[in-house]
């Protein structure tokens, strides 16, 4: 936090950007941003969180030794004109997360089994995209449907959002009841 307070507009490696446009008749998406940053040459290790805002942009976590270039590169996202420029970290707005809790009785802790019933898709359908790779597990990719799942795991499904077990209890009838935070 020394960091901070010595400079507000960077922390530990960290800096913020505004990219503002009107988005009101094209709207722009997390991968149209990604993209516009991509594009103007720099790799992707060098780019944190894009948070974005609708209609009014998004801000961007950044490298600091990168903000002049994006400053200056960073002028179209999508068809829209942006101008780019370096904000506090302190006016970073974070949405809290949509979650919703649930409760599931399932009769095994396999991945396939928890996460079929926290995405709420079938369980031959959660194999699948297990196997294609869209699934992983503690932010590492899962291959198998039979890993073991236990409590405090997080899971993550591409397109779907991220799950975290939060508690795991035995039924009187050997059946285990799974409390799930689901991120939307």
Request: glycine fraction near 8%; hydrophobic fraction near 40%.
């Amino acid at each position: 936090m020394e960091a901070l307070r010595d400079n507000p507009l960077e922390a530990d490696g960290v800096a913020a950007l505004q990219v503002k446009g009107n988005f009101m008749f094209d709207p722009a998406k997390h991968p149209d941003f990604l993209g516009a940053i991509l594009g103007t040459g720099v790799v992707r290790e060098k780019v944190g969180d894009i948070l974005v805002q609708g209609e009014a942009g998004a801000q961007i976590l950044v490298d600091p030794e990168l903000v002049e270039h994006f400053e200056m590169s960073l002028v179209q996202v999508r068809t829209v004109p942006v101008e780019t420029r370096r904000i506090p970290l302190s006016e970073l707005s974070v949405r809290p997360p949509r979650v919703e809790e649930m409760s599931s009785v399932e009769a095994s802790m396999r991945l396939d089994a928890i996460a079929s019933a926290g995405f709420r898709v079938s369980r031959s359908k959660m194999g699948d995209l297990i196997k294609a790779g869209d699934v992983r597990l503690n932010w590492r990719t899962a291959s198998k449907t039979a890993l073991e799942v236990k409590a405090g795991d997080v899971i993550s499904c591409s397109g779907k959002g991220r799950l975290e077990v939060r508690s795991v209890e035995t039924t009187k009838k050997e059946k285990f009841l799974v409390t799930l935070m689901r991120y939307i």
